[in-house]
């Protein structure tokens, strides 16, 4: 089988604008979250980890006219995609462009409704628009897919990238995606009842829910032949990914971890690996009541005794919803290039019901194979097995 390289990586977020700041904030153990800044709402008792850039900002780095409309999603996919591309050393066309978003141009909707809304407005407000309108910027895709599946769209897009370079369709695909915080995705999750008024505690007994946060993040998928024939930059390798949808509730996850479990399976299937061959865990982990409870019912089930140092990142960043699994694919290749454990942040008290063991602080170790989750409402569970090359 076709083995399937990463040669790039670019992200922006709430720790940080590039994948350095990213990776002082995570060693330093910063958090990008806190009071509401960007975000036009009367809601600022809920903190959120936005990016720490106007949208102006973003213009001005890009060299974008100002009074050119363009929405926050879309700004935030084109800065950290010109990061990954660059590090790629990518010159040629014809490549790949998976997104994974779900809010998409709501901000921008929300911005000109109903008063100033006009069809081009409104033509930006689709998932897709944003895909196409990020990879025009470039002008070097010919290939373009919007994967939106909740919270593991990102994961997702991992997943269909693996999938068009080892069947041959593609020898480079760019995966990742773009998710700004708008009114409605803030209201809601609150309507859900699952936000934190204070910075979110995964895996914590005392944990009361989740802080939403906003990013972008992109990895440059290529085949080993191809990567070799152009002398790029091998960062690390995708040795499998899984997917699977228990359809258990709309938004809860049930209490054994079905989906969660059968996507791990998966995915260690694919990559040939045992359970005791993953060095660490980043997991979902939203600091939700039941979301934290399914997925260490999960990992119990995969790992039995022998469960990995497990952290959520979501500490850092907030719960950047559809684009985490990407993000969160970003910190795991800082983690596995840099040997260290990302801390779970604001963990504290174990939970009877995690009893995981969770990285208490930032520390540095041997690590060659890491698992990665991502999970969606309605079940959609998806894991990415990020892995050194070569080993």
């Given at each position: 089988?076709?083995?399937?390289?990463?040669?790039?990586?670019?992200?922006?977020?709430?720790?940080?604008?590039?994948?350095?700041?990213?990776?002082?904030?995570?060693?330093?153990?910063?958090?990008?979250?806190?009071?509401?800044?960007?975000?036009?709402?009367?809601?600022?008792?809920?903190?959120?980890?936005?990016?720490?850039?106007?949208?102006?900002?973003?213009?001005?780095?890009?060299?974008?006219?100002?009074?050119?409309?363009?929405?926050?999603?879309?700004?935030?996919?084109?800065?950290?995609?010109?990061?990954?591309?660059?590090?790629?050393?990518?010159?040629?066309?014809?490549?790949?462009?998976i997104c994974g978003t779900t809010v998409a141009g709501m901000d921008i909707t929300e911005e000109f409704y109903p008063a100033k809304m006009t069809k081009e407005i409104l033509d930006?407000?689709?998932?897709?628009?944003?895909?196409?309108?990020?990879?025009?910027?470039?002008?070097?895709?010919?290939?373009?897919?919007?994967?939106?599946?909740?919270?593991?769209?990102?994961?997702?897009?991992?997943?269909?990238?693996?999938?068009?370079?080892?069947?041959?369709?593609?020898?480079?695909?760019?995966?990742?995606?773009?998710?700004?915080?708008?009114?409605?995705?803030?209201?809601?999750?609150?309507?859900?009842?699952?936000?934190?008024?204070?910075?979110?505690?995964?895996?914590?007994?005392?944990?009361?829910?989740?802080?939403?946060?906003?990013?972008?993040?992109?990895?440059?998928?290529?085949?080993?032949?191809?990567?070799?024939?152009?002398?790029?930059?091998?960062?690390?390798?995708?040795?499998?990914?899984?997917?699977?949808?228990?359809?258990?509730?709309?938004?809860?996850?049930?209490?054994?971890?079905?989906?969660?479990?059968?996507?791990?399976?998966?995915?260690?299937?694919?990559?040939?690996?045992?359970?005791?061959?993953?060095?660490?865990?980043?997991?979902?982990?939203?600091?939700?009541?039941?979301?934290?409870?399914?997925?260490?019912?999960?990992?119990?089930?995969?790992?039995?005794?022998?469960?990995?140092?497990?952290?959520?990142?979501?500490?850092?960043?907030?719960?950047?919803?559809?684009?985490?699994?990407?993000?969160?694919?970003?910190?795991?290749?800082?983690?596995?290039?840099?040997?260290?454990?990302?801390?779970?942040?604001?963990?504290?008290?174990?939970?009877?019901?995690?009893?995981?063991?969770?990285?208490?602080?930032?520390?540095?170790?041997?690590?060659?194979?890491?698992?990665?989750?991502?999970?969606?409402?309605?079940?959609n569970d998806s894991t990415l097995i990020i892995g050194k090359y070569g080993e």
């Amino acid at each position: 089988m076709t083995k399937v390289l990463i040669t790039g990586a670019g992200i922006v977020s709430a720790i940080g604008n590039n994948k350095q700041e990213c990776l002082d904030s995570l060693i330093h153990e910063r958090s990008g979250v806190g009071e509401v800044r960007y975000l036009r709402t009367s809601h600022k008792e809920f903190p959120v980890g936005e990016v720490k850039l106007s949208n102006e900002e973003m213009k001005s780095r890009l060299g974008i006219a100002s009074d050119v409309h363009y929405s926050r999603t879309e700004l935030m996919g084109i800065l950290s995609l010109k990061e990954a591309l660059e590090e790629a050393k990518l010159q040629e066309d014809g490549l790949a462009l998976i997104c994974g978003t779900t809010v998409a141009g709501m901000d921008i909707t929300e911005e000109f409704y109903p008063a100033k809304m006009t069809k081009e407005i409104l033509d930006r407000h689709d998932c897709g628009a944003n895909t196409d309108v990020i990879a025009d910027y470039f002008g070097c895709f010919d290939f373009t897919s919007t994967i939106s599946t909740a919270c593991s769209s990102a994961t997702n897009a991992f997943r269909l990238g693996e999938l068009l370079i080892q069947s041959g369709r593609k020898d480079v695909v760019v995966v990742g995606g773009s998710e700004s915080l708008s009114r409605f995705h803030l209201n809601g999750f609150k309507s859900l009842m699952i936000l934190d008024q204070t910075v979110c505690r995964p895996f914590d007994a005392s944990r009361k829910g989740l802080n939403l946060g906003e990013g972008a993040a992109w990895m440059i998928l290529e085949s080993e032949e191809h990567a070799k024939k152009r002398n790029a930059p091998i960062l690390a390798e995708l040795k499998a990914t899984g997917n699977a949808c228990d359809a258990f509730h709309q938004t809860a996850s049930s209490d054994d971890g079905e989906g969660a479990y059968l996507a791990m399976m998966q995915a260690l299937s694919e990559a040939g690996l045992k359970a005791s061959e993953i060095d660490y865990v980043n997991a979902h982990g939203t600091g939700t009541e039941n979301n934290d409870a399914s997925e260490s019912a999960a990992l119990r089930r995969v790992f039995g005794e022998a469960v990995p140092p497990v952290s959520s990142t979501k500490g850092f960043t907030g719960h950047t919803t559809s684009v985490s699994g990407c993000i969160e694919a970003v910190f795991c290749l800082l983690a596995l290039q840099h040997q260290f454990l990302p801390k779970n942040l604001n963990f504290k008290t174990a939970d009877e019901n995690c009893i995981l063991p969770c990285v208490d602080t930032t520390v540095t170790t041997p690590l060659k194979n890491i698992l990665c989750n991502g999970f969606g409402f309605g079940g959609n569970d998806s894991t990415l097995i990020i892995g050194k090359y070569g080993e």
